[in-house]
């Protein structure tokens, strides 16, 4: 099945004009106010939630940045010396949605800051660029300020936020690297497993969600394939490729499956427990351009220019593929797909037990919806700077509109309970949703 798309239209007639404050009812109307009340009552809550209140202001600087993981909300800030290699900047945390102040953290890199994870409230992971040798850096840091309790020349990989468990690739020459499992609040090392520079490792793609990977898979160069628990090192499986991988080879691990594909020549499937070979086929399954997802009970591939592609883990067969979409998220037991690289992005929903796409419309996904099976959808427009936001229904298409704002700059964020945005004057705006 090619192409298969079924327009859904724009936002259905009965939406919430805006979540922004409406003049009082006229005093006559106050019987239908309350005939509203009672049929939603006596509906259960069938519609949508009602739209939420007036945004929590935060004052911050044009070149703040900021993160937003769960219901945490981290605002980065430099604080001096500016113009140096060495810069320290402060990390201030607020819970969402009640914007209250959690702590400060402080972090003196020779560099960038990019992202940081947190372990608790009290311990930030903050990962960073060192501008004069472009490596990456990591260090574990105190809520307080005070010096880091551990950092590294390294890449965060996995990072399991109840034990504290942290995979990172640790760079030790140009040719060579290490893979370590540590515990983020000492930085003890609990297992190492060295990577020459031809050797590729890779791990399952759903661990990019889950926080830390169940399993490592590493291809030698002469044809090797060795699995290792993520968490304790160990050994649990092997098997050999039929030839040593070439420059073209890549590996990819989703939906149960080490996936090995040498070019366009030829593409083996193997169980990620046993490393039994599941199935083998001539021609390329899962091009370069491209992430694999495991979208129960298929894999979806989207990327740039080849589109979106949905291939039976089964066989290996693809089933369906559709042009123009190059993200693809899961959400549930739909995928959300997206054309990211077009001027004006366009939303689907697939649906991959059907192969079938749906058009939302020109919305961008925002995550998770606050019920199964919805998607937190907004849409910003360049001219004017207005945003619209609302719920999508995976099943039906439908489209709740929630809320309006203007002079929003764009870099909005969805949180468990909260919408947060960067307005024209560097200030966030946070919505309680």
């Known amino acids: 099945m090619r192409d298969a798309l079924i327009d859904l239209g724009e936002v259905p007639s009965g939406e919430p004009e805006s979540a922004l404050p409406r003049p009082p009812l006229p005093a006559y109307r106050w019987i239908l106010g309350l005939l509203t009340v009672v049929l939603a009552a006596l509906l259960g809550g069938a519609g949508p939630p009602p739209p939420s209140t007036d945004p929590v202001f935060l004052p911050i600087n044009l070149g703040d940045r900021i993160q937003v993981a769960g219901d945490r909300l981290y605002v980065a800030g430099l604080v001096g010396p500016i113009g140096t290699v060495m810069r320290t900047y402060a990390i201030r945390a607020y819970q969402l949605p009640e914007v209250t102040p959690l702590g400060e953290f402080q972090a003196t890199v020779p560099g960038d800051i990019f992202t940081f994870s947190a372990i608790g409230d009290d311990l930030l992971l903050v990962a960073f660029n060192d501008v004069q040798s472009s490596d990456s850096g990591l260090m574990a840091v105190r809520v307080g300020g005070g010096e880091p ?70 291809v030698r160069d002469d044809g090797l394939i060795e699995v290792r628990d993520g ?49 083998r086929r001539s021609g390329e399954v899962l091009p370069d351009a491209g992430f694999p997802q495991d979208c129960g009970p298929m894999i979806c591939l989207a990327g740039f220019p080849s589109g979106l592609s949905v291939v039976d883990p089964a066989t290996g067969r693809e089933v369906a593929h559709s042009d123009g979409f190059d993200t693809a998220e899961v959400i549930g037991d739909r995928v959300l797909v997206a054309q990211a690289s077009q001027t004006q992005p366009e939303l689907a929903v697939l649906d991959p037990r059907t192969g079938r796409t749906a058009i939302a419309g020109p919305w961008a996904s925002g995550g998770p919806g606050p019920k199964p099976g919805t998607a937190w ?22 489209v709740w509109l929630r809320g309006r704002a203007e002079r929003i700059a764009g870099d909005c964020r969805f949180s468990t309970d909260a919408l947060v945005c960067r307005r024209l004057d560097s200030s966030i705006a946070i919505w309680r949703l």
Do not use: C
């Open 149 to 218: 309790l551990w950092r590294r020349t390294a890449s965060l990989y996995g990072l399991d936020q109840q034990s504290g468990l942290t995979l990172i690739q640790e760079n030790v020459t140009s040719d060579r690297s290490v893979w370590r499992a540590l515990d983020a609040r000492t930085g003890a090392v609990h297992w190492s497993l060295e990577q020459p520079g031809s050797d590729q490792v890779t791990m399952s793609t759903g661990s990019y969600w889950a926080g830390y990977p169940a399993r490592l898979f590493s």
């Open 231 to 279: 968490r304790t090192g160990t050994l649990t499986a092997t098997a050999r490729l039929p030839r040593p991988p070439g420059p073209d080879f890549v590996a990819w691990a989703t939906a149960g499956l080490l996936v090995a594909g040498y070019g366009t020549e030829e593409t083996i499937a193997y169980d990620e427990l046993t490393m039994a070979e599941r199935w």
């Open 377 to 398: 959808i907004y849409r910003h427009q360049a001219v004017g700077y207005a945003l619209r936001y609302g719920i999508l229904d995976l099943a039906t298409g439908r």
